[in-house]
């Protein structure tokens, strides 16, 4: 059974740093892009980063360019949002999803991970 | 970017109708474009992709079609369950979701 299960989240002041985790199981990782999408509260779906199975390749929604950056380790089938200078509008449930190779739809969702951003 | 819109932002539905949603692209992506399902305090669930190739283990009455910048998701015979919001992706160029569909009882 395909399993994405994020950790790392909670309340963080704005201009500080948060690590996300996304620790996968049931599938062949390193065959998969991954990527992070996040929802606001009532909000609906944004896409955040992707990167490549074999993270040789990322890319960011201009929103978090400079200040997000997706990783992966395929050793330990995990992945990574490292959200750094994080503001009030970065305030959301963030989800970790799989891509299959060369697909571009999101096949597989964890049940996701809420930040607040909030002094 | 592609911008995706999607209409209507809310539908009244009575179970065991046929309804169709719509989701309208800003510049073509072909038939980069997938449907998802998001029921209330859950995670989104792939429905459809590729506008409208069929998923493993999501009912028959879900189908889709389009290409180009006019896409649509039918469900045939509404049941309770599908009470949800429904969100359309593109992954022509990058990746960009609609606003949603919200899918009520009348």
């Known amino acids: ?119 | 970017d592609v911008v995706l819109t999607q209409s209507p932002a809310t539908l009244s539905v009575t179970p065991g109708e046929r309804i169709s949603l719509s989701c309208r692209a800003s510049e073509s992506v072909d038939t980069y474009l997938h449907w998802y399902q998001q029921k209330p305090n859950e995670s989104p669930r792939l429905l459809i992709k590729y506008a409208s190739q069929s998923i493993s283990g999501i009912p028959s009455r879900f189908s889709g079609s389009g290409s180009g910048t006019d896409f649509t998701l039918s469900i045939n015979g509404v049941e309770l369950e599908d009470l949800s919001i429904y969100y359309c992706q593109q992954g022509n160029s990058l990746h960009t979701f609609g606003a949603g569909t919200k899918l009520e009882l009348k």
């Open chain 1, 1 to 119: 059974e395909v399993q994405l299960v994020e950790s790392g989240g909670g309340l963080v002041q704005p201009g500080r740093s948060m690590k996300l985790s996304c620790a996968a199981s049931g599938f062949t990782f390193n065959n998969y892009d991954m990527a992070w999408v996040c929802q606001a509260p009532k909000k609906g779906l944004e896409w955040v980063a992707t990167i490549s199975y074999d993270g040789s390749s990322t890319y960011y929604r201009d929103s978090v360019k400079g200040r997000f950056t997706i990783s992966r380790d395929n050793a330990k089938s995990t992945l990574y949002l490292q959200m750094d200078s994080l503001r009030s509008e970065d305030t959301a449930t963030y989800y970790c999803a799989s891509l299959n190779l060369g697909e571009d739809y999101f096949d597989y969702w964890g049940q996701g991970v809420m930040v607040t951003v909030s002094s």
